[in-house]
């Protein structure tokens, strides 16, 4: 198929920071003017932090945005009246749905979907806690049902399982999969799409679970494995390769599970790139210092934190979950930025820089390191589960707070004013979105005995039409159907446009792309998807004079991490 380009919106970029535009292969390129690349920046953006959730599609934040129900008793959300609109499922009147979507859903139509068949439904504040979905990579496909987006209680609804009581399925079983937050419950991300800038046409880069979508994120990429143990459960075959379609922990991880399919990649992640123009990065995971131990007496690997009442069983009566999960390890995958022991760095001082850590820290080390003044240029955080917003075990309230703590912490900090904050997702846990993807690369894989690690969108083993991208000698790489799922992606930042939806077509590797032109690192290579990424330029404004001179206040929100409201502190 025809891959359509979109060209960025430079005009203010270009103004205000001396851009030359480069055009060639693939999507427009952008690179400083006169400049050979060096530590210089493109933008005003000198400091780039990923926050990186767990598990949401855009619907399930943002279906009725930007009016909420406001019931009494929750935080309040009144938009602007100037705030545009997004491609939502519709919104409230009265406290009234007012769209086909949310009152005759093809969901709700379908005879397939049985007992379970339900329009979208709001889930109240005191429903965050919920049971986790099915968000296979062939179970995904066939959720879209050929593009009809008709089949998610059938294909992806999860029921009460021996892991979430029936209760947190709120009485709806398998059609809980419909259901979907407001801004009294999200309402910190509600907040920040008011002043800042959010997407409504980004994606997954491939369908399929978290893994894939942390592979995509920082190298476009979940192909090729190169070494694997234990099994090869969760990879499809590609050319004499393999490609990660579930989710196997990292190879060498001393966290990684005994028995689980572990994975080394080949190719190149950003880091690598990173490093090799001299620019310090690092990714900071919850859980990874082993040398802590928690207020609940865990320590090591098996460090765990209270999370969600829906983690709540008979044997885990306190729902703790254990703090780091070795398949959201962004760079553990790959033997130039693997961390295997988790050792730490030796000094503050060090981090984002080469050293014995080799670029992979605890969370807690990047407001260390914040603290001193000591910022790397690109930063790459997950929270600990509890906090990850994953359902199951996290949840929305919770999400809110590690969200919210972790800007207002930016904000206060002389960085804010060159910072630009990306809060993206892995994956949909499955949850209802209405918008068909546009499928950019087709994949064509059958494996007869694990459906959910099939192509499924177009029948069995078929996924969109066409010649999928190949690996740079010409094979075709198979099990990278994408795009997948929509989901949410905001930008925060001095430079943002406010109250802004942008409508460009991105996906996960597009903040791949962004680093790469930010910083001048060109491309990954290998079929990496960052030569299909939408830009996210549109989402900024530098003003037409040069950068915005900032006062150490200016355009700071400052939330409170209980409520997602404006804080008087």
Not at 134 to 163: C, I, K, N, R
Request: net charge negative.
């Amino acid at each position: 198929m025809q891959i359509r380009r979109r060209k960025v919106a430079t005009s203010h970029l270009m103004a205000a920071t001396g851009l030359a535009l480069i055009i060639g292969a693939g999507s427009p390129r952008i690179v400083l003017a006169g400049d050979d690349g060096g530590g210089a920046t493109a933008s005003s953006i000198e400091h780039l932090v990923v926050i990186f959730q767990e598990n949401v599609s855009f619907d399930h934040y943002f279906a009725t945005y930007p009016v909420a129900l406001n019931p009494k008793g929750e935080p309040g959300v009144r938009a602007s009246d100037d705030t545009p609109t997004v491609n939502g499922l519709g919104t409230l009147i009265n406290g009234k749905p007012d769209s086909v979507l949310l009152t005759r859903n093809p969901n709700s139509l379908n005879p397939a979907n049985g007992s379970n068949a339900t329009n979208p439904f709001r889930l109240d504040r005191s429903q965050a806690a919920t049971c986790d979905q099915d968000h296979d990579y062939g179970d995904e496909q066939a959720a879209f049902d050929q593009g009809l987006m008709d089949m998610f209680p059938a294909s992806v609804g999860q029921g009460a399982t021996s892991s979430c009581d029936a209760k947190y399925t709120w009485g709806k079983d398998k059609g809980l999969v419909m259901g979907y937050f407001d801004g009294n419950t999200v309402t910190a991300l509600w907040n920040y799409a008011q002043h800042y800038a959010m997407s409504d046409n980004s994606y997954g880069t491939t369908f399929g679970p978290s893994t894939p979508g942390l592979l995509n994120l920082v190298a476009g990429n979940t192909y090729p494995v190169i070494h694997t143990v234990n099994s090869t459960s969760g990879l499809v075959p590609s050319d004499g390769s393999l490609t990660v379609v579930s989710d196997p922990d990292p190879l060498g991880d001393t966290c990684s599970a005994a028995t689980r399919t572990q994975v080394q990649m080949g190719g190149k992640n950003i880091g690598d790139l990173l490093s090799a123009r001299g620019v310090a990065w690092g990714a900071f995971m919850g859980g990874f210092d082993l040398t802590i131990t928690n207020p609940n007496g865990t320590s090591g690997c098996d460090r765990s934190t209270p999370g969600s009442a829906s983690n709540r069983t008979s044997t885990n009566p306190t729902g703790a979950t254990k703090d780091y999960i070795p398949h959201h390890a962004f760079f553990q995958y790959w033997a130039s930025t693997l961390n295997a022991n988790h050792t730490r760095p030796g000094s503050v001082w060090e981090i984002g820089k080469n050293g014995p850590a080799n670029h992979e820290y605890d969370l807690h080390d990047f407001f260390d390191a914040l603290k001193v003044g000591n910022l790397p240029a690109v930063s790459v955080l997950k929270a600990i589960a509890a906090e990850d917003g994953h359902a199951g075990y996290s949840d929305p309230l919770l999400e809110q707070q590690f969200l919210v703590n972790t800007i207002n912490t930016i904000m206060r900090s002389p960085f804010w004013r060159s910072t630009a904050i990306v809060i993206a997702y892995d994956d949909s846990d499955g949850w209802y979105d209405h918008q068909m993807s546009p499928i950019v690369n087709p994949s064509a894989v059958n494996v007869t005995d694990d459906s959910a690690d099939s192509d499924q969108l177009n029948g069995p083993g078929k996924c969109g039409n066409g010649t999928p991208l190949n690996d740079g000698n010409g094979n075709p790489i198979q099990g990278r159907c994408g795009y997948g799922p929509r989901l949410p992606l905001l930008v925060v930042s001095p430079f943002t446009k406010e109250n802004f939806v942008d409508h460009t077509l991105t996906d996960q590797s597009s903040v791949l792309r962004f680093i790469e032109e930010n910083w001048h690192t060109g491309q990954i290579g290998g079929g990496s998807f960052d030569q299909l990424a939408g830009p996210l330029w549109n989402m900024f404004d530098f003003g037409d004079n040069g950068p915005r001179q900032l006062s150490a206040g200016q355009r700071r929100l400052i939330l409170d991490p209980a409520t997602g409201q404006p804080s008087v502190k």
